[in-house]
């Protein structure tokens, strides 16, 4: 996917944040290996400053961004 879409960070979310200091040189190592623009244009690879919360944070932010859009929605539903 990297040589796919040419990104230039591949993120270590969820429970694969906290073991990044375990993962990470093996990820830089396949993909020095692997990426074809790599000598070029090097891919970082670092862990989400999330963490393991990063699902919880996401759907929590969902929820906000609906009510703020569209606040009349959910303020009937609480006033009858």
Request: cysteine-free; charged content about 20%; overall charge positive.
């Amino acid at each position: 996917m990297v040589n796919l879409l040419d990104v230039e960070a591949v993120v270590l979310g969820g429970i694969y944040a906290p073991l990044a200091p375990w993962l990470r040189p093996a990820v830089v190592a396949e993909i020095h290996r692997r990426v074809l623009t790599d000598a070029w244009s090097p891919v970082d690879v670092r862990p989400s400053v999330l963490g393991a919360d990063a699902a919880v944070v996401g759907a929590a932010g969902s929820v906000v961004r609906a009510i703020r859009d569209n606040p009349t929605k959910w303020l009937t539903r609480i006033i009858p």
